[in-house]
């Protein structure tokens, strides 16, 4: 391996100095600056930038509004620049910067030169760091959202399926019992009229316990409760789903099955209250590489760049949000006139990144 020389070498080190994104700074042992680099520079207000170059040694308490400690997330309480042969490595600092408000930086500051007591204090930029912090921060405080929120209503749907359906049932059985003993005719036709009301409380019940959590998604799988869903929808609303699928009894991970399973039902609910259509297809084909939902419907459609369509829009800002959870990517293609297609791809078999999803309309 070639060796640099050492003339070399500093013309190397002087690039990296002038060239680099961080901001560098040099100090003597009193507190002045020695040198600044571009980016130091082009960070500060100009008329601190001029102070620090005068060597005035307080300018640098103009622009830094404090760094973080143990105790406490801004202080000035030992200040990095208060001890001149005290190094740091690695701390957290805010500055006011021209043109861009109070920036985090992580910094460090070193003693180079014991015997002049100069430092080299650099500073790198944390907003983007921060901002993927925070992106990060929200997606997954909304998966735990999600995830309370179906835990929920699998616990009410279980409630109300094994125990408000079982004591209506118990009781339709004893009226169903009246009816053949040896009662008034003006009784048993009431017993026949509360019969009925009990019946209808008793589908609604259940039609309540699917809605919230079908415990077909959770024993059987995907294609089972669609098929089940999709049965429903065409007896109560009349509007038929045609489901292609090649997983049959395949199962996949909770929460994948929880979002296809949503998203799904979200888009045939707003096919059939806004498209004005008979008929919706749906598809679910799952490779090695993805599970993929496609719901299609040959309505109305409507414009995803007008300010504002049929609906409140919450339902594509749902389907998104869930999508979001799996990092699946999530297609609205529709136009007036020209029906609406949505497609959720959803990768499977490799580690998750938690960054988001693509969201294309």
Known sequence: MNGISQSG????LEQLYENSTEAIFFFNAAGSVLSMNQTAEQIL???????????NVDAICMACKGFTSAEEELTCTSCYMSDPKRNLTSFQVFLETAGRGIVPYTGSIQLID?????????LRDLTEQYKTQ???HQKTLVKRVIKAQEDERKRISRELHDGVAQEMLSSLVDLRVLKYMNVEDDVLKKVRQTEGSLMRLLDDIRHLSVELRPATLDDLGLEAAFRTHFKWTEKNYGIVVHLTSNIQAQRFEGEIETVVYRVCQEAVFNALKYADVDEVYVTL??????LSLTIKDEGVGFDLNAPSYKGTGLGLFGMEERANLVDA???????????????????LGKEKNDLGNNYRR
């Open 9 to 12: 070498m500093s013309n190397l």
């Open 285 to 290: 084909l799952h490779s090695a590489e993805q």
């Open 134 to 136: 925070e992106t990060l």
């Open 114 to 122: 014991a015997e002049q007591g100069i430092r080299v204090f650099m």
């Open 45 to 55: 207000d100009t008329q601190v930038a001029q102070l620090m170059k005068s060597g």
């Open 329 to 347: 990517t999530l297609v609205v293609q529709t136009a007036k006139d020209q029906g609406t297609k949505i497609v959720l791809t959803v990768p």
